[in-house]
């Protein structure tokens, strides 16, 4: 299984993003695809995820600004990040969680700039 994510850039505060990731292999049907980020010097953390069948959880610090969403068909997850801020900046990865694997992403790279 690989996860080739995609969209990430440079944005001045208060703009917009959408990330995308695409899984190809065989996944297990059953799976959470999510969003981590990792600023330099931090740990990774949750940015949002959603499940097979819908159900999303934020990390208190996007929500309101941040949707995350799902194309089951096609095994693929986005994330719409909006009113952007300049601690959003991170090494952004996507993730795949099934029952017996854990799939991560290379990584795509968001800088928000003042």
């Known amino acids: 299984v690989q996860l080739q994510a995609s969209g990430g850039g440079l944005v001045q505060v208060g703009g917009s993003l959408r990330l995308s990731c695409a899984a190809s292999g065989s996944i297990w049907p059953y799976n959470v695809m999510g969003w981590y980020r990792q600023a330099p010097g931090e740990q990774r953390e949750l940015v949002a995820r959603v499940s097979s069948g819908g159900s999303t959880t934020y990390a208190d610090a996007v929500k309101g600004r941040f949707t995350i969403s799902r194309d089951n068909p096609k095994n693929t997850v986005h994330l719409l990040m909006t009113s952007l801020k300049s601690e959003d900046t991170a090494v952004y990865y996507c993730?795949?969680?099934?029952?017996?694997?854990?799939?991560w992403g290379q990584g795509t790279q968001v800088t928000v700039s003042s």
């Open positions: 993730n795949v969680v099934t029952y017996a694997n854990n799939y």
